[in-house]
């Protein structure tokens, strides 16, 4: 089945952009979602079909794909980023939605 | 607007059956929406259990599959899980979601409802 890799952990500085990386084989053929996920709370997606926002999600929050591996990126971070994200696929070869296993942003 | 909510028991014994229901308000569960079911175990990452189209048709996660069902009931506006011979792996906090196609990604879910089970 499809495996989307993702590293545990992302730190940054209040202000500073995050890259929070999602690898999967020609995941470029793919479209991927990118969800946040507060403590406590259900998650919520952030981008979808690659680079699109949803109403309601800041623009500092961008998303680009590419090759083997998709991007979110968040600008000029704030304190309230600080969440776990997941990237997100549909897999039609095996008929599957599949999740990364998430990386923990702390906002330092 | 669309609004998900999941009910069932919090505490099912071990080899029983966890049985969840997911009320959908906002939207007929009728319409062209995929309607799906995601688990989080205690401190771990998001599983895709299964989903089920209006028509009926359903995907499962393999490594579940033998033991889960989806269902729909239309007249209630509803849709169901049903996973059994649970174990202590089964713990987790069950999310119900909507997602407009199988390539868009999951724009509504629940609040989640946490299912645990022991003896």
């Known amino acids: 089945s499809y495996v989307l890799t993702q590293p545990p952990s992302e730190s940054v500085a209040p202000g500073e952009s995050a890259r929070v990386t999602c690898g999967g084989n020609?995941?470029?053929?793919?479209?991927v979602h990118w969800y946040q996920q507060k403590p406590g709370q259900a998650p919520v997606l952030v981008i979808y079909?690659?680079?699109d926002r949803p109403s309601g999600i800041p623009e500092r929050f961008s998303g680009s794909n590419s090759g083997n591996t998709a991007t979110l990126t968040i600008s000029r971070v704030e304190a309230g980023d600080e969440a776990d994200y997941y990237c997100?696929?549909?897999?039609?070869?095996?008929?599957?939605?599949?999740f990364g296993a998430g990386t923990k942003v702390t906002v330092l | 607007q669309v609004q998900l909510q999941e009910s069932g028991p919090g505490l099912v014994k071990p080899s029983g059956t966890l049985s969840l229901t997911c009320s959908v308000s906002?939207?007929?569960?009728?319409?062209?929406?995929?309607w799906t079911w995601v688990r989080q175990p205690p401190g771990g990452g998001l599983e895709w259990i299964a989903d089920?189209?209006?028509?009926?048709?359903?995907d499962y996660n393999p490594s579940l599959k033998s033991r889960v069902t989806i269902s729909l009931d239309k007249a209630k506006n509803h849709f169901s899980l049903k996973l059994t011979s649970v174990t202590a792996a089964d713990t987790a906090v069950y999310y119900c979601?909507?997602?407009?196609?199988?390539?868009?990604?999951?724009?509504?879910w629940g609040q989640g409802t946490l299912v645990t089970v022991s003896s």
């Open positions: 979601a909507r997602s407009p196609s199988r390539v868009a990604g999951f724009d509504f």
């Open positions: 906002g939207v007929s569960i009728s319409d062209n929406n995929w």
């Open positions: 089920i189209f209006h028509t009926g048709s359903t």
């Open positions: 020609n995941i470029v053929s793919k479209s």
């Open positions: 079909y690659d680079s």
């Open positions: 997100q696929v549909w897999d039609s070869s095996s008929d599957q939605f599949v």
